[in-house]
């Protein structure tokens, strides 16, 4: 009796593993695919294309997850942080099989031979010399390559390590560096802190600062950063107590010119 009902629920499990999968790309519109998953159908596809080798599974099983799935999975758990959604959605798999997901999709993406495709700082006379005349359009401020912040990413609290997760705000979260360009470009960007860290610690052991420290980046090239950062010879700062005149005007074409690195991560929440 006992073999009976241990053999019933495995074939229940199974049903439940295997039920039919929503066929996402096709069910859905455009609008709708944004509205769930932040990307239409030709942006789902796009980002599928860069990691389908990574994602193909080595099975006969005709249950695989396919690239596009997973991609579609890992779009929903990021654009609502929870894996229950993706679940609540009827993807198709488990939880369990959904955590996986993500986890692969992310170290799929994260694959240096695809953030080099988007990610680059400049380090050439003629990239820098570019960027030095576009940020000299927003507010007349010369020499500038790239405006630096850091920002909270909020996630679930981890099992390990917990409480170096919780920023100053209290809640659990990642501490994210980003560089801009004036186009609202990512140039640089470090995600591997967690909430307590502060913004000072992030970019001195951060492979910003050693380009600049070690002279890869030309000499005359100039990050802008808030008051929280220290002030170097390649990072400029507001004055604290700007004087009127000349220090007042710094600070109002500083404020300006490094409002693109608000926005951009702006436009990424």
Known sequence: MAAREELHRHHLRQRQAFRERKDILNELDDRELVKRYRLDRAGITFVTDLVRERL?????????????????ITLRYLATGKMQQC???DLGPSQQTISRVVSDTLE???DNAILSQFIRFP???????RRKEEFLQIAGFPEVIGAIDGTHVRIVAPSEYEAEFVNRKRYHSINVQFAFDARYHIIDVVAKWPGSVHDVRILAQSGLCTIFENGIVPAGCHLLGDSGYPSKKWLLTPYLRPQPGAQSSYNRAHKKTRSVVERGIGQLK
């Open 108 to 110: 799929a993406l994260s």
């Open 123 to 129: 380090v050439t006379q003629l990239e820098t010399q």
């Open 56 to 72: 193909k599974r080595p099975t006969v099983r005709n249950k695989a997850l396919s690239p596009e799935m997973q991609v579609i």
């Open 87 to 89: 679940s609540a959605d």
